[in-house]
């Protein structure tokens, strides 16, 4: 399954500048791919570089794109299905940012005393 989620990246990563021609989306990385083990579902985790609007809108543009990101899998892998995309926004990097601001400021905090 890595193997397939790795390669369902690799094609939407490739996808999504080619494909997709719109203003509207930003720059944009496919961070992960879950694929469900029937492989009729894919989950693609994208990060978004812009404030919380740009995001939406970025999203919002790829996920009415579905179809032509899921032709573009269909075309250059060989899976015996081709997975229905649900793309979602991957929060990992807002949240290893508070993460990396909290430490910071308990580490400045215990230095004071």
């Known amino acids: ?40 579902h894919a989950r693609v985790f994208l990060s978004v570089l812009g404030d919380q609007e740009e995001r939406e809108e970025s999203l919002s543009v790829l996920q009415g794109a579905h179809g032509r990101l899921q032709r573009s899998i269909a075309t250059q ?12 926004y991957d929060d990992s990097i807002d949240r290893g940012i508070r993460v990396d601001e909290i430490l910071e400021h308990e580490i400045s905090r215990e230095e004071e005393e």
């Not at 094609?11 to 990385?29: H, N």
């Not at 892998?77 to 081709?82: E, G, I, S």
Request: charge should be negative; avoid cysteine.
């Open 77 to 88: 892998l060989r899976l015996k299905h081709t997975p229905e995309l649900e793309i979602r």
């Open 1 to 40: 399954m890595r193997r397939v989620d790795e390669a369902i990246r690799e094609v939407l990563s490739e996808a999504i500048p080619k494909e997709i021609q719109d203003e509207r989306v930003g720059f944009v990385t496919v961070t992960d791919v879950e694929t469900s083990p029937d492989l009729r």
